[in-house]
């Protein structure tokens, strides 16, 4: 008997709770009915976890012929791939993908070589740089509020979810210093306060900060960069820029300081001077360590909002170029989350 969309989400909630995937859910429910995506061939590029599951299920029950593409640009889980090929759902490496396909839901760009009838859903803001000139219809996920729940209040809580499972969780008094303050860094910023952390913020501008106990520093000034790395418990960047730290930190310095360095980017961002074995999990993303590297109730609304993006594009609502999702799509997915989720409010309104 073949697997079905409803066989996928009876696994899913061995794992977890309805409350944790209101969006996604609801997606499933609606398309279940109204198929908006019957026949049509998608390729969808998002990391491939546990709880990205519940995203291939939604697309699915939506009628999609659906391939996961593989990337080296995104980690994976090869134990989800297994259970991807007893789906009878199709797996290919991005970078051997030709097409054409109907959608292309992209990450990163990893597949932005890829011909697509009706357009490109791209998940990140690194992505944005694969489709400068694209004049296809681009819908841009990382454009909108819904990404910064993952982003920011997902990526900060798994970051310190990661040092705690590799026995660094004793973070009370300790100097976190964040290099980078865009979405990803505020998120880390706002967990380490909850954690009672002293915190030091380097941006390249200054930054309207959450705190006055949080103090900031110009991330191209290398001296005192060094020294406040030196004097920190863990120092992590998220400035979303590969090699960002090239030049400006000592290749000694994880040596002779002790401090633990990481990154939460896609990129390689300490740089070529800094050996690999000095950063935990080799400069990879260090929530990419965890079995979901972002909790099910963070990733929910982006994922969502993904596959949102291949329903309209198929439908014929995208607009040449790079474009947002409407507000009023957000704002659907938001009293989705209050109404039946379990992200706490004061969390949700402090996105802007």
């Known amino acids: 008997m073949p697997v079905t969309p ?4 009876q696994d899913i909630f061995s794992f977890y ?8 859910l609801n997606q499933y429910k609606r398309w279940s009915e109204s198929r908006p995506l019957e026949g049509c061939r998608i390729i969808d590029a998002s990391p491939v976890f546990r709880n990205t599951c519940a995203k291939y299920a939604a697309l699915l029950a939506a009628g999609a012929d659906l391939t996961v593409a593989v990337s080296r640009v995104m980690p994976h889980d090869p134990e989800i791939l297994l259970l991807l090929a007893a789906y009878g759902i199709s797996v290919i490496g991005a970078e051997r993908t030709e097409g054409p396909y109907d959608v292309v839901l992209d990450c990163a760009g990893a597949l932005s070589h890829v011909p697509s009838h009706c357009g490109y859903v791209e998940l990140t803001r690194s992505g944005a740089e694969h489709y400068a000139g694209c004049t296809q219809p681009v819908w841009m996920v990382d454009a909108g509020k819904i990404k910064q729940i993952e ?13 705690a499972s590799l026995g660094f ?3 009370h008094g300790k100097t976190l210093v964040v290099i980078g303050y865009g979405k990803v860094g505020r998120g880390i910023v706002l967990h380490a306060l909850n954690n009672r952390m002293r915190v030091i913020v380097a941006d390249v501008e200054e930054k309207r900060l959450p705190s006055p106990s949080v103090s900031f520093l110009c991330a191209t000034d290398g001296a005192a960069l060094s020294h406040a790395v030196k004097q920190a418990f863990c120092a992590v960047t998220a400035t979303g820029r590969r090699h960002a730290l090239s030049g400006l930190i000592d ?8 401090v633990l360095l990481a990154n939460m980017g896609v990129e390689d961002e300490w740089g070529p001077s800094i050996p690999k074995n000095s950063i935990l999990n080799e400069g990879r993303p260090l ?7 972002t909790q099910m109730c963070y990733i929910d609304p982006p994922l969502a909002l993904h596959n949102q993006g291949a329903v309209e594009l198929a439908a014929g609502r995208g607009k040449p170029g790079l474009f947002p999702p409407p507000p009023e799509m957000e704002e659907y997915f938001l ?11 004061q969390l949700l309104d402090s996105l802007s």
């Open 251 to 258: 290749p000694a310095l994880p040596c002779s300081s002790g």
């Open 287 to 293: 929530n990419f360590i965890l079995p979901d590297p």
């Open 169 to 171: 969780d004793d973070w």
């Open 151 to 163: 982003t920011c209040l997902g990526t900060g809580e798994s970051f310190f979810r990661a040092l």
């Open 335 to 345: 009293s989705l989350i209050r109404s039946g989720g379990i992200i706490p409010e």
């Open 17 to 24: 709770r309805e409350k944790e995937l209101p969006v996604l």
């Open 6 to 9: 409803a066989h996928i989400l």
